[in-house]
């Protein structure tokens, strides 16, 4: 089967996504396609969320640099979202090239690369160009068109609760604001779509809470109308971003790095870059771990943000990012959800080690050792004060492995649940 | 003085021990020669004890394979014990190499040596011989005799009760199970029977439960009788067992590794290889940590069972252990039991340091100043919260000089037990 | 301005300090010329304090020894006090060198070096003398005088205690027993002179219990007297002492390592040596850290007492010690104090990160970003469950600068005090 998340991120690659604003609403609207089940809400501008208040709706017709001598389109941002710094007031101006430079962002030491600026809440204009695009603007006169519009309307995310036959909660969480971003943010997307759907097409225990939102002013927000009932359900978390490429593993922890959204990644995880929640954090894992909410959220990613040079730039576009990467990142998120379904916790119901032989789990002198050991590993250690993470790392073995035998040891009426 | 451990071990080699029948019986018997106080007790074919139950016992008469051509006698289990598969069901029969095959057992790797091997519950019978008269057994026919019965009977086990002026328990676990093994069993049950006479002879605060049994079988049908008493007084246990050789010595942790017994071991032994729980634990152990029974047992050994090569063959002989090695052993254990005794609580009387001078536990200048130093940092430390071992590990000394300094302080009316 | 601390140690050079007598009332009386609030106390002899009495008052008029050939005086107190052995009885007699020999002390590996020697509670009379001087002795006869008296006096000691706003105190206390020691003793009475001053001219949230007392017993019969308040109040306590060199830093931790105390020490010194409560305690931390006192006491020291070849010696003196260590100390100490002062409990008001923009704590692309940094960090970690030092620690900065984040974030109404 062609897995189709990569050609998810090329259909939605080119609407033009800012915390608020069209692009938001067409890339809901793709979602909503893909995951029918999907709701999407509206925030009017002007509301208040804890310490913030949702912004102006910002849409953009065009916005250009031409040269005012021969007409000629020098930038624009038809050809890459990204020249228009985010947020930007309107103009139209002829200046000179004096004029424009404090306007002008570029990366001297990435010649080729137009960077990622934004700048949401201090009113300012500004292209994004590449060092070479600067170098080569001319002196002037230039003719300057931001034609924008900062005005009331609204904050749109989407929603999706899966309920579960228990009210424990899952929390996954992508952010949509980022316009022409691969592997921040886009990728997150994609796998975050996916799994919904995977979690829609199977048997499920917990339930998820799958928000599709903008980053920062976006989770305020949500937090602002569901902080109770989410400290109250969320057994773990994740947020989902940068997991588009096939390069090592990083993982985020939460301020603690205890928390059972951590136990799991860190389980599931090998040779994984482990990051500080001090100095790395950068996402949505900002809100939903701050004092007062204190989630149990982390983040398992690829290249993280800001620790690869592509980073913030349109170099971090459909290339940057494969198939091959997306689909292991959604293989092991789904190894993560998989191990917190089967995450309960077994006790045996007699003293002593069972009698094997009797329940045909051990075939005496020729039996598979292995597979007998962890039977009587398993019923060495299950005394009912360990969940089966910590059950399967006191034995040394792959959580799905113990949930295995401790389900045919529940069958056999060996092993009862807690 | 003679120390009769090897002796013994000499005198019970040939008793023909299993986890029933005779030889169980005739070690018992020579053991309530050396231990007057042990009671024996026996438990019905057909008894269950959790998820177990009592197998039948076990007798044989003769086992030996004669070549048919000429009667000449090729194995007999009269040479060694170990030659017949323990728990064999009879047979009688004439067969071909290629019939025999399936039932002979044999090391390649060691030539000389005979494997012990048995089938408790699985119906089987079989002979185990060196690799070398594998090799010169020739191509038969072959007369096999195994006559051996399996009908309802008793399991048998020795159990001493040594009270003391207190109800916490000492537990002390060996097996008579295993026939024609020096180091693996036969070497507990002499240096468990050697203490049990020490313990005896001396005054005493805890009371001691003193066990020897059949492995596995025997302690689950133990446990079965006295869980909640075992539950409620056990403050520590040791199985005995490979304590026979004067090589390194090894200790298996309980499960935690925490408990008083764990303590206790660690204190007392020095350059000992720490086995682990998970992977090493292989006595009774694995009955008396598991799950519902869950007592502070830990093992203190030498060549520990599954780490020598000689382990479960015919070469764990009488050689292998030595009367050096049983008199270590047994001075280690009672090591273990002399601070077990002495681990009480102890506390300042008075804020501050006490008045050494006045006490005349201080001579001013020309002291000894190491023992000075041990009654200070005593006194510096004996605030309650730690007993004895705790106390002597913080201070860096061993608990049985502690011990003698905090019951000078005691009698200077410097120190009370908490 | 020129810092006086020196100078101080200086004139209270040649006043004859012990644990009694007028040394140590000369010593207090010059300490209430520098701070006018010290409250000076005395405790008969006899008086009883734990198992502790207090003992006669020692005083001393003259202690020599003459040639008694040609009257040359050999040995003389007044030369250097360390000469007399701390509280030695009186004697006047003529006597062969073999008879003095048992009274003298000296250090063959250090040649011109006198020990510092005592005998408070064993009577005794003996002589201090550089290994060169008592090679140089001859063979007498001597003309010994010893011109002491032990009779019922008292013990001094100075107190100061400086309320705050709030009742928990802060110890700090330093003795005044050793006759010419300028790194051990005098150096931690003239830091902490120099502390109480600068105490008593700021504002403060804490109170402060400031001793000047005699080693040991001073101690133990202060807190004979103040135990259970001291028990309830002190949040923290420092014995000042070995603060007069400008080598490397020591420090003592309490016998947990783990108070406020030792908390504030760690986190103010870098590169310090730590020493171990069970083997380098050395001062009055043996008595305020005893069982059943127990206040959380450690010591920030340079050259620790017993770590350095000067200690208990003439060499230990005015050119040891430099006005540059006592400075150094003199900081080290207010540095500790100011975080106590600032320790308190910050708690984030909302959820959520702040939004510092609208706060004018950010000020977008172009902010200083360490501070911002600050900012955030303070506000993602400030939950209510960590101290200032903990937060600090766990954000990687030092408490004061936390501490002036913490307040600004305050007053924007962003922080609440726990």
Chains 1, 2, 3 share one sequence.
């Not at 360990?386 to 949930?403: F, P, R, T, W, Y």
Request: proline share 6%; charged share 20%; with cysteine.
């Amino acid at each position: 089967m062609h897995d189709p998340m990569h050609d998810w991120c090329k259909e939605m690659w080119d609407f033009p996504r800012s915390i608020t604003g069209e692009g938001v609403r067409q890339t809901l609207s793709y979602l909503t396609n893909l995951v029918p089940e999907l709701v999407t809400h509206s925030v009017p501008s002007g509301t208040e969320a804890f310490d913030w208040t949702v912004p102006p709706e910002w849409n953009v017709v065009e916005a250009f640099i031409d040269d005012n001598n021969n007409g000629d389109r020098l930038i624009d941002s038809y050809d890459n979202g990204l020249h228009l710094l985010g947020y930007s007031t309107p103009i139209n101006a002829i200046m000179t090239r004096e004029e424009l430079e404090p306007h002008l962002y570029s990366i001297p030491e990435q010649p080729d690369a137009i960077p990622y600026i934004t700048s949401y809440y201090k009113p300012r204009w500004g292209f994004c160009v590449t060092q070479k695009q600067r170098d080569a603007l001319g002196d002037g006169p230039f003719h300057v068109v931001v034609d924008s519009t900062l005005k009331p309307g609204h904050l749109n995310y989407g929603e999706l609760i899966i309920p579960g036959t228990n009210t424990d909660e899952v929390l996954l969480s992508c952010y949509i604001c980022h316009p022409q971003m691969a592997n921040d943010s886009l990728s997150g997307v994609v796998v975050t779509a996916s799994l919904a759907r995977w979690l829609l097409s199977e048997p499920r225990r917990l339930t998820y809470r799958i928000l599709f939102i903008p980053e920062t002013i976006g989770s305020i927000c949500y937090l602002s109308k569901h902080l109770d009932e989410m400290k109250q359900n969320t057994i773990a978390g994740f947020v989902l971003t940068c997991v588009g490429d096939d390069k090592k593993w990083s993982y985020l922890p939460s301020p603690s790095g205890a928390t059972l959204a951590d136990r799991v990644a860190l389980h599931v995880l090998k040779n994984a870059e482990t990051l500080s929640y001090l100095t790395d954090r950068g996402s949505d894992e900002r809100q939903y771990c701050s004092p007062g909410v204190g989630l149990p959220v982390c983040s398992i990613m690829r290249s993280a943000y800001a620790h690869y040079p592509e980073y913030h730039t349109s170099l971090d576009n459909l290339d940057f990012i494969s198939q091959k990467g997306l689909s292991e990142s959604f293989d092991t998120y789904k190894h993560c959800l998989r191990i917190l379904e089967a995450n309960e916790t077994w006790e045996m119901i007699q003293p002593c080690e069972p009698f094997l032989t009797k329940h045909n789990l051990h075939s005496g002198v020729t039996t598979a050792e292995s597979r007998a050991d962890l039977f009587l590993n398993v019923s060495a250690y299950a005394d009912g004060t360990m969940d089966l993470m910590e059950l399967s790392n006191v034995i040394g073995a792959n959580a799905l492995q113990v949930d295995a035998v401790a389900r045919s040891l529940f069958h056999n009426g060996i092993l009862k649940k807690r």
